[in-house]
């Protein structure tokens, strides 16, 4: 059912934590399954991700796209991460059952809530970036991550 990628990704998911002081933080949550995404990011000045890392409190598939998610933005510029959409993800995985793909949605999702945190932090305006509809990051700040 699932590819071998994905089982690696999930059993041994990439970039698994928090980033102190991050450009951009986003949390997303699924209301159907209830499943939860923490993306952070750390972005230089020039615009390139150098790092990201990410908390997943979700089922196998949302482990697995959100590992791989963070592995497709690291490196990445800040238009080119916005390509890094849920079928990239997939694609990157070898492709997901398709009861399974909205877990992947939440991997976008959890990007584009993050850099829209980075956006208004900075108060610039990120062409092409909307804010996501399952993004629950609001009142987060007084959290203690
Ligand atoms: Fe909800 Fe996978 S079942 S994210």
Redesign the pocket.
């Known amino acids: 059912m699932y590819s071998e990628k994905v089982m690696d990704h999930f059993q041994n998911p990439r970039n698994v934590g928090e980033i102190e002081d991050a450009s951009g933080v986003g949390t997303v949550g ?1 209301a ?4 939860i ?1 923490r993306m952070f990011l750390d972005i230089d000045e020039n615009g390139i991700i150098r790092e990201a890392k990410f908390k997943t409190f ?5 482990v697995a796209t959100s590992s791989m998610a963070t592995e497709l933005v690291k490196g990445k510029t800040i238009q080119e991460a916005l390509q890094v959409t849920n079928k990239a993800v997939m694609e990157a995985l070898d492709g997901l059952p398709p009861v ?1 793909v ?2 992947s949605l ?1 991997a976008e999702e959890a990007i584009h809530a993050a850099l829209w945190d980075y956006a208004e932090k900075n108060h610039i305006t990120i062409e092409g970036l909307q804010k996501p509809k399952n993004d629950i990051s609001e009142g987060e700040e007084e959290e203690d991550y």
């Open positions: 699924n159907k399954c209830g499943d995404m979700g089922c196998g598939a949302a399974k909205h877990c939440l």
